[in-house]
């Protein structure tokens, strides 16, 4: 029939959205009229979009199923696209800040919720608002608002750019003019902040010098807001000294300039949160950062900190923590007390800024007088409690980390609820390997004795154990490392492992595992240790001795091995047993070739000097190895054993060290003693 009209829609490309969890589907749709006879008579094709947004999308999410209930219930996907569908949500459910990332688009939605009129801007009629710039301030107001209409539709920033008479109008009305009417100076800034969205414009606002003009803006603009908030608590307590209970007229006015505040307040903001936006866009160019820093642009938003707008908070926040990344304003954010304004943020009820603040705190958390600050302004609580929230667990965990780095907060964290909840996390890791972070902060951990009392509580380093042996996770080895070096009951703990850890000291493991299995049992010195039984049992002498040859292993493997054999030539019958095997001339060797490593000395001295407390290695050291004449290069190391000899006897270990400094001043000065 004439004038039936057929409309048919045809998919297109399927993109991710830039700032929720969401795909966005382009589509066409033509329209066709046809004629009498059913031949198409008039045509039009439009492209649209449609959003599909993921609300159920996480971490956990099925992402197979997932993407095959998209291409079911959206009839503009065709099926062979499903592949592309499931790769698009997996990016999306592993994008990181996918939900506080700052874009034009953002703003674009949530910035400009004021001073609109209901007329209706056309392009056309350029000319027409440009003559309005020049009127009174309500047409000014008028004439930028029709124009801001216009600069917010992207396509129509070209057609604005090349009109240099309306952009010179512009940055004229808001240098002259921004102080008379802070709906006009939103709209201009508007304006620019839409050209300053794309890098390409960003010439233009600088041509303007729009960047400085708005710098100038929010700090006489955060200025007023302190007098307004100081004639408010003068009247305050102005009305409160006079009021009388039965006389509302001072209560009523007092509401009156409060609300009156409230709404000058609202108006600000938005200027504040626009201007920022467009300073932020601008900072992308390093230079331009540095000449902001120049005009105290750290101090401004430190200030606007103590506001309670949460889109400006989170604008505030962002921009921070772009800056935080250069030392020098980190330094500006310490003497300004940025932590003390951010603890407040933490936590609260809008998601997005509670996870841009942790952001910017992991950025502020390497320095170190930034984290005693964090400790003495009560964040450790507040961040441990975020450890249960998979949204922030990992930011929180790394700040957490940064902290437990200082030994002086170690302690602290056995008064918070941190130590059973990284348990339980290590031990529901599905993984083979622990997240790094996680470990990394439970090695830090362990560090403490009283922590340690925590970790092992029930099962707990028994459930450790059989998982580094299972894994031979080397970073876990390292946690329990740490733990067994603590003297006390948690050290006794040990026995029942000593059997499993000598087992993986072999050539075939990995050899940082090996190192950290070394170096947990070189840390059970106790007492009802049978050494000579472990050394035997799991034939520990040969492969002790083969790792002291030079060259025949990392130094980092050596050195343990040599820790070792300290630890286990404490035991006498050990002593003799590793005397006996060769293993001295060994050393020897190791140190002549270590001479210049302080490490590797020092190790090789001690096991020395545990050796020469027993009569039959005594033996052995001075007349079977003849090490007076093994030892080549100085003076200092011919003296060793005879040393150890004496510190036993008369002196002590350290009054030997003391003793050792000396003779070496001595022999490099030329003097001889007899």
Known sequence: AWGEDIEMKTGGNIDVHPSEKALIVHYEVEATILGETGDPMLGERKECQKIIRLKSLNANTDIASLARKVVEECKLIHPSKLAEVEQLLYYLQNRRDARVKLTSLYLYIIAYDCFQIDEVANINDMDEYIELLYEDIPDKVRGSALILQLARNPDNLEELLINETALGALARVLRED??????????????????????????????????????????????????????????????????????????????????????????????????????????????????????????????????????????????????????????????????????????????????????????????????????????????TALLANENYKQVAMCILYHISMDDRFKSMFAYTDCIPQLMKMLFECPDERVDLELISFCINLAANKRNVQLICEGNGLKMLMKRALKFKDPLLMKMIRNISQHDGPTKNLFIDYVGDLAAQISNDEEEEFVIECLGTLANLTLPDLDWELVLKEYKLVPYLKDKLKPGSAEDDLVLEVVIMIGTVSMDDSCAALLAKSGIIPALIELLNAQQEDDEFVCQIIYVFYQMVFHQATRDVIIKETHIFLMIKHTELLLLICYCCYLAHKFLGFRSLCKWFISAEEKMSSGVQDE
């Open 178 to 383: 921004w102080k008379q009417s802070v709906e006009l100076a939103t709209n201009i800034i508007y304006i620019f902040f839409c050209f300053s969205s794309f890098s390409q414009f960003h010439g233009i606002i600088t041509h303007y010098k729009i960047g400085a003009l708005c710098m100038n803006i929010i700090d006489h603009e955060l200025k007023r807001h302190e007098l307004w908030q100081e004639e408010l608590a003068k009247k305050k307590k102005a009305d409160i000294l006079l009021m009388d209970p039965e006389n509302q007229t001072l209560k009523k006015d007092y509401e009156k300039t409060y609300k009156k505040y409230q709404g000058l307040v609202v108006k600000q903001e938005q200027l504040l949160r626009v201007a920022l936006y467009l300073l932020l866009n601008l900072a992308e160019d390093t230079r331009t950062e540095l000449k902001m820093r120049n005009k105290n642009i750290v101090h401004m938003l430190v200030k606007a900190l103590d506001r309670d707008n949460f889109e400006l908070l989170i604008l505030v926040v962002s921009f921070l923590k772009k800056l935080s990344i250069f030392m020098e304003n980190k330094n500006d954010m310490v003497e300004m007390d940025i932590v003390e304004k951010l603890v407040k943020m933490v936590p609260c009820e809008h998601e997005d800024l509670l996870n841009i603040t942790l952001r910017l705190l992991l950025n502020l958390s390497f320095d170190t007088s930034l984290r005693n600050k964090m400790v003495q302004v009560g964040l450790l609580p507040k961040l």
